[in-house]
Structures are given as structure tokens and as C-alpha cells.
């Protein structure tokens, strides 16, 4: 494998990260406009949320047999236009039964899309021998960043569903299955360990999957996405309801909180490379709990975004090193690994929005933000997943394999 295509390879995969973050964001930011649009009802709202990322999680379970067959390129390079043209299904329906297919498709495509993005992402950090993996899920908090900025532009003009919708689609759907002649498949990908052994032949962590060897990682996983949730869904609330704030400043701790996953992604590599990812991670599960006891104590609405920006930067290398660090743990079976992992993903969003919700009015809302708290600090008692000693090579100090590679 050549170091240009490598280069090519890693640039297609970013780009195929960064259209995934503008269409979910497109999806999730005008869920009141969807409501609107085909009469859904408050109580019926939540079952149609709650059916993507189920309906995700098996997208991704028979991702990890597909690939037993065909490679995780192919896989992503027809899941990424049917997750395309899912969305504009939603904004160009009018009845429920419409929604619910667009929304069951797009549920199913995005499971499959998330988990052979990843599968590819690990197997070319193994490739390249250095960690890689933080910077793929930066272009999608970048692709996140600008499908929520079209979004905002949408609502602000008026415009129905699809006519936001149509443009974005008609733009990205040839720019992805273009960028998708590039896909490279690292030496996990294509049957070989770093070593150069038949994927498969060792035993252990490398060669069968074990998920009693997964599970903590399966944890962080979780644990990571319920503190993203409860960013995303309550953020807001919480400023208003108990902070006090104006409805506009309101939205600014989720803008502050995207942006700050984007820089701390952006620089994040760069920190496993030097210090290594079990320092990393340790570093940004601290952070990620003292961002919630801040937002917990705070007295007022700018404590209280300081805390949010703090979650931001804690919180975002969490997810990419996980993947990375299932790819180490089973170098041999790096596929099946990443696409098991990756349901968690959905369990963590599916659990921490009602978990939050339910223990503010049962109790109160300050002290909700105590539970993702204490879950964030849980990681740092599985942090040794992530090093060296869990793998055939090690953490953030891989030997390098391709020199002068991008």
C-alpha cells in the first residue's frame, strides 16, 4: 500500500465522517419542524426518537455479519447515500406511515454507516502505527457544526423540510459516492495483523472475540454517550429552567459545547501520540466530571456554560480512543470488535436522556447532573483498557509502520 493512497484514503474516510455529521445534525436539530410537518403528537414523539438509534443498533449488528462476507468499504459506500437520501425521504413525506419509513431506513443505514466508518478508521490508525482515529470523529463534529449552522438558516428563513434538505443532499450525495473511490483498508481490514499473522490464527485478545474482554470498554462507551445526551438534551432546558437564562442564551451551551468537541478533536492525536491514550483518556474523564460539577453548583447561566465548555473538551476523546482501543484489543477480529462496541453507542443515547429527565423531577435537575458525573469518572477505573498492555501494540506509543505518511 502506497503512502499516496493511504493519504487518499484517510482524506476519503474524513470526508465520509464529516457528510455523516452534517445529515444527523440536519435530522436532530429540526425535530420540531418534522413534528410539525406530519402532525406527530408529544406522546408519539419520543417512540420515533427513541426507534433510530434502536433500529441503529441493528443496523450495526448485521454490519458485523456483513462484513464477515465483504469489506467494510463496501459497506459504507452504499450505507452513506441511503443515509442521504433517508433524510430527504423525511422532509419530503406527508403521512406518519411516510416518516416512519424514512426514519426506520435512516435508523438502519446510520447503524451500518457507524459502524464500518469506525471499522475502517481503526484498521488504518493500525496501518499508519500512530493514533489517527480522534481526528476522523473531528470532521464529523465539524460536519455536525455546519448541518446544525444550515439548520438554524432553514428555521430562520421559513423553509419547509425539503427544500433545507434538497440542496444539502443534492451537494453531498456525489460528493460521497466520488470520495468512496478512495476508501483504503488498512492491514486489520484486509486479513492481517500488524505482525503480518492471519487475522484469526491467535487466540486471546487478538484472535476471538471475547466480550467479557469488550465489556469495559462497552461501558465507557455508554457512559460517554450519556453524558453527550444529556448535553444535548438538556442543556438548554437547564440553563432557562435553573439557571435563570433568556431563551437565546439558552442555545449557546450546546453551540459551546460542539465547538469545543471540534477543538479538543482537532488536537486530540496529538495528545495520544505524546502522552498516550491512557493518559488521555483519564485526563478527559476528569475534565468531562468537573464540567458536570460545575454545571451542578453553578449559580448562574455563564458558571454554567463554563461548565458545558468544559464537557466539551472532556468528553470528546472518549469515543474515538474507545474504538481505537477495541481495534488493539483484537487485532485479528478489529470488525467484529468495533461494530459490537458500537450498539453501545446507541444504548448510551437511548439511556441518558430519560435518566436525567426522570431524576430532575423526581428530585432535581442539579442533582441529575451528579449521575453522568459519577459515570464519567467510572471510565477511570477501566482507563488500562486503553494501553498497551491490553494490546499487541501499545496505546499512544505504536511502533510506526509507514513513514512520512500525512
Known sequence: MTDAGLRHGRASLGLSFGVQGVAFALL???????????????????????????????????????????????????AQPLVLLALLGVGAGREMWHVAVALGVFGLAVGALDASMNMLGVSLQRTYGRSIMTGFHAAYSLGGIAGASLAWAGARWELSLLASYLPV??????????????????????????????????????????????????????????????????????????????????????????????LGRAVGDLGVRRFGAVAVVRGGSLLAAGGFAVVAVAPGAWVGMLGFTMLGFGLCVIVPQTFAAAGRMFPGNSDAAVARLNIFNYVGFLVGSPLVGALGDAWSYRGAMLVPMVLVLATLVYARAFGPESARYGGGHERPRTADVG
Open 28 to 78: 436532530v436539530t429540526r425535530i420540531p419542524a418534522i413534528q410539525d410537518q406530519y402532525g406527530i403528537s408529544d406522546g408519539l414523539l419520543p417512540v420515533f426518537l427513541a426507534a433510530v438509534p434502536i433500529l441503529a443498533g441493528a443496523g450495526s449488528v448485521a454490519t458485523e455479519k456483513v462484513v464477515a462476507r465483504v469489506r467494510p468499504s463496501v459497506v459504507l459506500r452504499w
Open 169 to 262: 443532499v443534492a451537494v453531498l450525495l456525489p460528493v460521497a459516492l466520488i470520495g468512496s473511490r478512495w476508501f483504503t483498508e488498512g492491514k486489520g481490514a484486509e486479513g492481517k495483523r500488524p505482525d503480518g499473522t492471519e487475522a484469526g490464527a491467535g487466540a486471546g485478545a487478538g484472535g476471538a472475540l471475547s466480550f467479557k474482554l469488550l465489556l469495559p470498554l462497552c461501558l465507557i462507551m455508554t457512559f460517554a454517550y450519556i453524558g453527550d445526551s444529556t448535553v444535548s438534551n438538556w442543556s438548554a432546558k437547564y440553563l432557562q429552567d435553573v439557571l435563570g437564562s433568556s431563551e437565546q442564551l439558552a442555545t449557546v451551551p450546546y453551540n459551546l459545547y460542539m465547538v469545543t468537541t471540534l
